[in-house]
């Protein structure tokens, strides 16, 4: 008979397990009605890491808090954020969110300087504050082609997994390898054609992980302005905004599980009435 100091690490004892029993409150069958039905994200912090957020754009309706990430020499910094949104990129992305959790808390990460420009150390040192603020969604409509930051995102990507922090991710508009999207720790999204923002398809062959709308949008833009537009970025915060129905009336949803419903109830998999 062995004891409990002779088991692997990260073993199972017996005595252990009779105190880790998971109450379930899932149905015999998740629905979509199960997921979201009367949610409005009530009780959600939702990150956008992005350019900055405009909260004054009536398509955003406001923002909870807002920092940006500059150069200090060569070390990125936390600074309280007076300046907004320096493209209209993440004025988009809020402002899509917004509109389908609209009792959610918006939190504006920005990553981009006023110059419009961003590089991969301030999205590293952004999505780390992120993760140490313990925002619930994070939504990621950028990414990096550059293998020196990779790993570090990756690590980074995983703290958030086992954290509780769900990273929405757009996969890049061209064909090419980039990062996050293609980390599995996180959600991952491709864009569709269609015009109903509650339409989402589950991939069946991964990175990929799921298909939003994302082309011809009116989304909010620079200077309370909206533009037309198509691309992955639009996508991605239309499943953030779904995650943060489904956490608002789930909360104590891990991102396993989260990313679990949002298969369940995609418009191909059967869930979706």
Partial sequence: ???????P????????AQGIAIASGWPERVTRDWAIGGSTGAGVDVCILDSGVDGDHPLVGGVASAVAVVLDGEDPTIVPDDVGDVVGHGSACAGIVRSLAPDCRIHSVRVFGEGSSSSGSLILAGLEYAIEQGFKVVNMSLSTTKRKFAEELHELTDDAYFNGSVIVAAAHNMPVESYPWRFSSVVSVGSHEGTDSREWYANPDPPVEFFARGVDIEIAWYGGSTICATGNSFA??????LATLVLSKHPGLTPFQLKSVLYLTASNTGGAT
């Fill in 1 to 7: 008979m062995s004891s409990s100091s002779d088991i």
């Fill in 9 to 16: 690490a990260w073993s199972l004892t017996a005595e252990g």
């Fill in 236 to 241: 991605a915060p239309h499943i953030a905004g």
